[in-house]
Nanobody, 123 residues
Framework: QVQLVESGGGLVQAGGSLRLSCAAS????????IGWFRQVPGKDREFVAA????????TYGDFVKGRFTISRDNAKNTVDLQMNSLKSEDTAVYYC????????????????WGQGTQVTVSS
């Protein structure tokens, strides 16, 4: 059984950077797409970025505006999210998830989720 484990969250000052990592344990990613979402209390889960496992095609949420980069390492079975120029409004719990749909932005199309990692950006 595959499990997703996120790491790399923490506290950072505005303007700083963090690199989140999503690792699949149990067996290799067999999904089409691996995505990152974020959520703050009281709000819906928001799409951040996604990447296709085979070709590495990517898509990003509109708010990203070139600040984040998603990448995958199929040999290590990991998907990373490099976040630069962080803002206080980026504070959230970040989740990785897998989908059988190519580059979907909808949480309902993702069927396996990690436990999340907290990112806090201080202003």
């Amino acid at each position: 059984q595959v499990q997703l484990v996120e790491s790399g969250g923490g506290l950072v000052q505005a303007g700083g950077s963090l690199r989140l990592s999503c690792a699949a344990s149990g067996r290799t990613f067999s999904s089409v797409t691996i995505g990152w979402f974020r959520q703050v209390p009281g709000k819906d889960r928001e799409f951040v970025a996604a990447i296709t496992r085979r070709l590495g095609a990517t898509t990003y949420g509109d708010f990203v505006k070139g600040r984040f980069t998603i990448s995958r390492d199929n040999a290590k079975n990991t998907v990373d999210l490099q976040m630069n120029s962080l803002k206080s409004e980026d504070t959230a719990v970040y989740y990785c998830a897998t989908s059988g749909t190519s580059l979907s932005r909808l949480p309902l199309n993702y069927n396996l989720w990690g436990q999340g990692t907290q990112v806090t950006v201080s202003s």
